[in-house]
Nanobody
Framework: VQLQACGGGLVQPGGSLRLSCVVS????????MGWYRQAPGKQRELVAA???????VYADSVKGRFTVFRDNVKNMVYLQMNSLKPEDTAVYYC???????????????WGQGTLVTVSS
């Protein structure tokens, strides 16, 4: 199982970006999926997560600005980020809890991270 994230970049304050993450490999069920971020000198923190049924949770700092959604057919999770602020600058990581038939167990997998820089 591999997670591949993309969509990061440089954006001005107030701008928007959409991050995407695809889960590939042999899998049976993916639930939940989400995004974390880690700013320089800070711990990794949860940004948003979504279950297979569509229930979501957001960090207080991004509520009303970020939206997480998923495509269960394509095994993808997205993070739409609007009204970006300089304090949103961080490396963003996607993750997913994946149950595989090969192991008959669930474990958490992480993507490689994509850098988002919000600066004028």
């Amino acid at each position: 199982v591999q997670l591949q994230a993309c969509g990061g970049g440089l954006v001005q304050p107030g701008g928007s970006l959409r991050l995407s993450c695809v889960v590939s490999g042999s899998s049976f069920m993916i639930n939940p999926m989400g995004w974390y971020r880690q700013a320089p000198g800070k711990q990794r923190e949860l940004v948003a997560a979504i279950t297979g049924s569509g229930s979501t949770v957001y960090a207080d700092s991004v509520k009303g600005r970020f939206t997480v959604f998923r495509d269960n057919v394509k095994n993808m999770v997205y993070l739409q980020m609007n009204s970006l602020k300089p304090e949103d600058t961080a490396v963003y990581y996607c993750n997913a809890d994946v149950f595989t038939i090969a192991t008959m167990s669930t474990r958490r997998y992480w993507g490689q991270g994509t850098l988002v820089t919000v600066s004028s």
